[in-house]
Structures are given as structure tokens and as C-alpha cells.
């Protein structure tokens, strides 16, 4: 295989999307995902958006450790998402800020944008040992000063941010509050 394979490659040759190319690659995952994601918001970059093959991995007994900005914490629309994934099993913290987007699958696979931001995102699924070993020390020092989050840590609703309303926190989460 190739040192360096665009996920744009993989759709011309049959992959539908971006999130389907990383969905392929999820789905044969082995041991363990990290996930570095920047934004609380929808962004066009769809690394570390939550999918039913990260469910259906964590059910697989895979490991997922998930670096998300502060932020979530009282982001409703993604903290219902995060502490859903938590229960089923995710590693999950958060930090100030997130330093890179960032996917590390099995550590034998690294997938990262390759584009401006803000665009429709080229992602670069790479197999460069380097570039592995360097993304997962990067994770491994951000996880280290991270924050766990769990699901007793919902904010109350009076503490969440006013671009996020109460209610579309998902009614399981609210016995935690």
C-alpha cells in the first residue's frame, strides 16, 4: 500500500463520501481508535463525528479515546452525543483547546485533513510510521492534562451556553443533572 492514500482516491474508486472512506477504515479497526476533534460545532471536516461503526466498535470490545474542546461540556447538541458515547463505553476528555483534527486507528493508521479549513476537507489517510508515532505522542500529552467527562458532569441546564437551548438535551441525560 501506498505511504500516502487521499480519501478523495477512495471515493473516485467506489467510497461514497469522506465519511464513508473513514467509516471503512472504522470499521476494520482492531484494537483501538484516538480522536482528536477541534470544533463543538458542525464543521466539514467529519473526523471524530460520532457514527453508528464507532458504536458498533466500542460493542466489539475496541478502545476509544475521544480529545474534545471544553467547550462540549456545555454544548447540549454534541454533550448528549458525548456522553451517549461515554456510556457506551468511550474514553472521553476535554481540554482549553484541541490542537489538531485527528483520527489514529489500530496505530497503524493516521487520518487528517489535508485542505484549508473550512472547505470540504481532502483527508489524508496516512501510513507513514513518523507521522503516527507523532500524532499519538501529540494525543498522549493533550490526554494526559485532559479533563475526564462523564456523564454526571451534564450541566445544569442554567449553565449552558444560550446558542445551545436545554431542551434538546436527550431525556436520558437529564436524570444526571
Same mark, same amino acid.
Given at each position: 500500500?501506498?505511504?500516502?492514500?487521499?480519501?478523495?482516491?477512495? #471515493?473516485?474508486?467506489?467510497?461514497?463520501?469522506? #465519511?464513508?472512506?473513514?467509516n471503512t477504515l472504522l470499521a476494520n479497526a482492531k484494537t483501538q481508535v484516538?480522536?482528536?476533534?477541534?470544533?463543538? *460545532?458542525?464543521?466539514?471536516?467529519?473526523?471524530?463525528? !460520532?457514527?453508528? *461503526? %464507532?458504536?458498533?466498535?466500542?460493542? =466489539? $470490545?475496541?478502545?476509544?479515546?475521544?480529545?474534545? +474542546?471544553?467547550?462540549?461540556?456545555?454544548?447540549? =447538541? !454534541?454533550?448528549?452525543?458525548? /456522553?451517549? /458515547?461515554?456510556?457506551?463505553?468511550? %474514553? !472521553?476528555?476535554? *481540554?482549553?483547546? *484541541?490542537?489538531? %483534527?485527528?483520527?489514529? !486507528?489500530? $496505530?497503524? @493508521?493516521?487520518?487528517?485533513?489535508?485542505?484549508?479549513?473550512?472547505?470540504?476537507?481532502?483527508?489524508?489517510?496516512?501510513?507513514?510510521?513518523?507521522?503516527?508515532?507523532?500524532?499519538?505522542?501529540l494525543f498522549k500529552r493533550v490526554w494526559a492534562d485532559a479533563m475526564p467527562l462523564a456523564p454526571f458532569?451534564? +450541566?445544569?441546564?442554567?449553565?449552558?451556553?444560550?446558542?445551545?437551548?436545554?431542551?434538546? @438535551?436527550?431525556?436520558? /441525560?437529564?436524570?444526571?443533572?
Amino acid at each position: 500500500m501506498t505511504a500516502a492514500l487521499t480519501l478523495e482516491t477512495l #471515493v473516485r474508486s467506489s467510497v461514497t463520501s469522506p #465519511v464513508a472512506g473513514i467509516n471503512t477504515l472504522l470499521a476494520n479497526a482492531k484494537t483501538q481508535v484516538l480522536i482528536m476533534r477541534t470544533s463543538v *460545532v458542525p464543521t466539514s471536516c467529519p473526523i471524530g463525528w !460520532i457514527q453508528q *461503526v %464507532d458504536h458498533d466498535n466500542l460493542r =466489539r $470490545g475496541l478502545q476509544y479515546r475521544l480529545l474534545v +474542546p471544553d467547550a462540549a461540556r456545555t454544548a447540549p =447538541r !454534541i454533550a448528549g452525543q458525548l /456522553f451517549s /458515547f461515554g456510556l457506551a463505553g468511550a %474514553d !472521553i476528555r476535554t *481540554v482549553p483547546a *484541541v490542537p489538531m %483534527d485527528a483520527l489514529v !486507528i489500530d $496505530g497503524e @493508521v493516521a487520518v487528517l485533513p489535508a485542505g484549508p479549513a473550512g472547505m470540504i476537507p481532502a483527508l489524508a489517510t496516512l501510513r507513514l510510521p513518523s507521522i503516527i508515532t507523532t500524532t499519538t505522542e501529540l494525543f498522549k500529552r493533550v490526554w494526559a492534562d485532559a479533563m475526564p467527562l462523564a456523564p454526571f458532569d451534564l +450541566p445544569h441546564s442554567n449553565q449552558l451556553s444560550e446558542k445551545h437551548p436545554p431542551a434538546v @438535551v436527550p431525556a436520558v /441525560f437529564r436524570k444526571y443533572r
